[in-house]
């Protein structure tokens, strides 16, 4: 009887290790990358998404590069992957996608953003999204339409803020940002609707890239419930639309989408649809409400760089005929220091940790060969706070972009990625850090109260907000 016992451990155990040992030692036709697969399942995974505060290289990359060097491997969330820091790698990364490299995120996003979302889409669906995207939220549509909005949506905001007594910068930029392309995509206004739409899309950066255990209290469970709801909301929006005749439409992107949808022959389903609208919320209003908190935490703490961008914003209105004509686009593209300070925030932002794919052939590279259906995970801090590249990397010094465009910085800042799926929202950005900035430096001025420190576990987040109080300059 014991022996049994006995023979089942052994075999038990025999086979425990071969397994450990598999997974330490993963297959591979040639010499892999070096680094440590960690625990069995778990990976590395709980070192990856321990929080930090600092604004340096996060330092679960750090150490490995210092150990391994620029390209290394890892597990993650149940994957084996592939680090790179190295910009060689990464330019070839986004310059084989579709080829060697497909867009690949780990199941947290897949589960949050739905199977189907522009991110996970290959080939001609992908590329008629991306044009449907950028009819809305590319350059021809932000010069004829979106210019005079934003600027006026900023005044209306700043002079809503400047009589509070506090103002929590990054809620009150997100929603302003949020009512923006809520209308645009979806004709939503938070003042008018009896649910709160945006409610569901909170602390979703943190969820996003975090640890896949869907248990209530964690950070990706609160994800999955926003999400469900949004799904369901947008779901009854849609249905709702399809019940309105034609001529009462008002023109938005679901009124686009739905006119697709009805077409025949269409490759659009529904399913695609309300992924989409649902990616397009959350991608527009969470990275720009991030991206312009920090930019104003920046400004706060260097008063040169506001000094000059105040200027050079004073500067546009003294040169108008009439001040109180509106922002023009010539306006907006002379706006050189302010798109260095731009620049400068996002790069020390890093407010997209790690970019994903997954490798479809064997990839050969400075010796190491990546197996097949690996991941790679291209990191854009390791690049942006390189000191080779960035003189004091952890400096927010927006001077350093003088004349960057000259050199092609390009294989060095890939805050919007790079290669194919570039960022479609980049011009968007721009243009609502640079109105908002233009409004906020030439009326008004503010103080910090409290606040302002931030964290990531590696995504940005400000833990305790960012509080100032605005009032209006005196002229
Ligand atoms: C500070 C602001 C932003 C940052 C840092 C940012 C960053 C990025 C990055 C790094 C990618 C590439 C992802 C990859 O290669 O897998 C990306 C893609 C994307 N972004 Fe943004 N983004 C920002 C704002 C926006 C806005 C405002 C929109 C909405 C209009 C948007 C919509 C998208 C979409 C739809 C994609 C997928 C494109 C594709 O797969 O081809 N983003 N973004
Ligand atoms: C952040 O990382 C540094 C370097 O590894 C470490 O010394 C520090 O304790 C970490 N923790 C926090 C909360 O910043
Ligand atoms: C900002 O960075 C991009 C990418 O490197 C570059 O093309 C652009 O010229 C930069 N802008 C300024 C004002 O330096």
């Not at 799904?231 to 992107?253: H, I, V, Y």
């Not at 050079?312 to 005929?321: M, S, T």
């Not at 479809?360 to 706070?385: D, S």
Request: a positive charge.
């Amino acid at each position: 009887m014991w022996s049994i016992f006995l023979w089942t451990g052994a075999l038990v155990i025999i086979y425990l290790t071969h397994w450990v040992f598999i997974w330490k030692n993963p297959k591979c036709n040639g010499k892999l990358p070096p680094g440590s697969m960690g625990l069995p399942l778990l990976g590395e995974t709980l070192q990856f998404f321990s929080p930090n505060t600092s604004s340096d290289i996060p330092p679960f990359i750090k150490k490995r590069m210092q150990r391994y060097g620029s390209v290394f491997r890892t597990s993650l969330v149940g994957r084996p992957v592939v680090i790179s820091t190295d910009p060689d790698l990464n330019h070839f990364i986004f310059q084989q996608e579709g080829q060697l490299f497909q867009s690949w995120y780990p199941d947290t996003f897949t589960e949050i953003f739905g199977r189907q979302n522009v991110g996970s889409l290959h080939g001609f669906m992908y590329k008629y999204l991306k044009n449907l995207v950028l009819n809305l939220f590319g350059p021809e549509n932000i010069k004829e339409k979106l210019l005079p909005e934003i600027e006026e949506l900023a005044f209306r905001n700043l002079h809503l803020w400047s009589s509070w007594d506090s103002v929590e910068l990054k809620e009150a930029i997100a929603k302003m940002i949020f009512d923006l392309t809520a209308k645009k995509l979806i004709s939503y206004d938070s003042a008018k609707s009896g649910e709160n739409l945006r409610e569901n899309f909170v602390a979703f950066i943190q969820g996003l890239i975090s640890f896949p255990l869907d248990i209530p209290g964690t950070a990706y469970h609160k994800c999955l419930q926003g999400r469900k709801k949004a799904m369901k909301l947008l779901k009854e929006m849609l249905n709702g639309r399809r019940a309105t005749p034609p001529e009462k439409q008002n023109g938005d992107f679901f009124d686009h989408v739905l006119q697709e949808l009805m077409k025949e022959g269409t490759i659009l389903t529904e399913a695609i649809a309300l992924d989409l609208m649902f990616v397009l919320l959350f991608a527009s209003f969470e990275t720009t409400s991030l991206a312009l908190t920090l930019a104003l935490k920046f400004l706060s703490d260097h008063p040169s760089v506001l000094k000059e961008l105040t200027e050079e914003q004073e500067g546009i209105l003294r040169r108008r005929e009439n001040v109180d004509s509106g922002l023009t686009w010539k306006e907006y593209k002379s706006m050189t220091f302010t798109f260095q300070v731009i620049n400068e925030t996002v790069r020390l932002a890093n407010i997209v940790p790690g970019i994903f794919r997954k490798v479809l052939r064997e990839i050969q590279f400075k010796g190491y060969t990546i197996p097949a259906g690996w991941a790679v995970m291209v990191c854009p801090p390791a690049v942006h706070l390189n000191p080779a590249k960035y003189e004091d990397p952890l400096a927010f010094n927006p001077w350093r972009w003088q004349g960057m465009e000259l050199n092609g910085a390009t294989k060095h800042f890939m805050a919007f990625g790079g290669g194919m799926r570039f960022c479609v929202g980049t011009e968007f950005t721009k243009v609502i850090m640079a109105i908002f900035l233009h409004c906020l430096v030439t009326k008004y001025r503010w103080k910090v109260i409290k606040g302002g420190d931030i964290v990531r576990t590696p995504g940005l987040a400000f833990p305790n907000g960012f509080h100032v109080q605005l009032s209006e300059k005196h002229k």
